[in-house]
């Protein structure tokens, strides 16, 4: 998760799963016979806005990664260190999701045992 950039924190992450599967849920409707052309359109809508929402995330650590390159390339930094830096253009994305991942889980835990007891 990075401050500033949207949809990379654990609601955002949590928004883009749940946009990411709608196309599961609509095509099992379909297949139903309960689906109709409306909740085909939210789900094409809510799957354009993720994808435009994931594409700038990737964007941002992208650009972040560019910059950083540009500035260590000024420093003659190595070009190991230089490989390091691309995985920020998914750091930002994989960070959210192992974030929303751990609370899931966490989640989980604590509903079964509130069951238990």
Do not use: C, D
């Amino acid at each position: 998760m990075t401050a500033g950039v949207p949809g990379s924190g654990i609601g955002g992450s949590f928004y883009l799963l749940s946009a990411l599967m709608m196309p599961v849920h609509e095509s099992v409707a379909l297949v139903r016979g309960t689906s109709s052309r409306h909740s085909r359109q939210a789900v094409v809508r809510q799957v354009v806005n993720a994808g435009g929402v994931l594409g700038g995330v990737w964007l941002t650590g992208w650009f972040i990664a560019r910059s950083i390159a540009t500035v260590s390339a000024s420093l003659s930094v190595s070009p190991a260190h230089q490989h390091a830096m691309n995985v920020l253009s998914w750091a930002n994305v994989v960070y959210g999701m192992v974030t929303l991942l751990g609370v899931f889980l966490f989640v989980q835990v604590l509903s079964a045992v509130m069951r238990r007891k």
